[in-house]
């Protein structure tokens, strides 16, 4: 029996669709970690900023501090653990994207000095869900829903909500991405 060449377009065509829908349930399973992490770390230190707003700022350098090493860690087991020939270089671009990452909210809390503790918070989700949906324009569905969830949440609770927007932030938001943590992890 042979194929025809429309035949054989067809099961080419479909063995390129499974392999790149492979890689993209793989890019989502070595993801859920990070998200897995930063959800927890936002569940805490949101709460912290309802609960304990004057020892929060130090709660939340602990917590970043944590998440930053552990972050990095992830990134060099996950890399390490899928190491081809030029790995070190991604390692570096991947940290040196983290790194920008936080350096601009830094700069940006810096230069900009939000008076304002319900704005300062939905800061961090903003820009977390541009971060994640800017992914998922490229990476996957999965990764524009959480992006687009967690900026719909924030918009949600900064304009219903004027007490505890904080608490909302973490539980709601730092949940969110906790389940999309699950969600990703799921194959």
Request: with cysteine; charged share 10%.
């Amino acid at each position: 029996m042979t194929l025809t060449q429309t035949e054989a377009a067809e099961a080419l065509s479909t063995i390129e669709a499974t392999a790149a829908r492979t890689k993209q349930l793989s890019a989502y399973r070595r993801a859920s970690p990070f998200l897995l992490l930063w959800g927890a770390i936002w569940i805490v230190g949101f709460s912290a900023d309802d609960l304990v707003p004057t020892i929060a700022h130090r709660i939340w350098l602990g917590l970043n501090i944590l998440g930053m090493a552990v972050t990095v860690w992830l990134v060099v087991t996950i890399r390490k653990g899928r190491a081809t020939q030029g790995d070190s270089r991604k390692i570096w671009r991947t940290l040196g994207l983290i790194a920008l990452g936080f350096l601009f909210g830094f700069a940006t809390f810096t230069l900009l000095r939000p008076r304002d503790m319900n704005a300062a918070v939905a800061f961090a989700g903003l820009l977390s869900g541009t971060i994640y949906a800017a992914i998922g324009m490229f990476v996957g569905l999965r990764w524009l829903v959480t992006g687009l969830g967690l900026l719909a949440l924030t918009f949600l609770g900064y304009f219903t909500l004027t007490v505890h927007y904080a608490l909302w932030m973490g539980w709601v938001c730092g949940g969110g991405l906790i389940l999309a943590g699950l969600w990703l992890r799921r194959v």
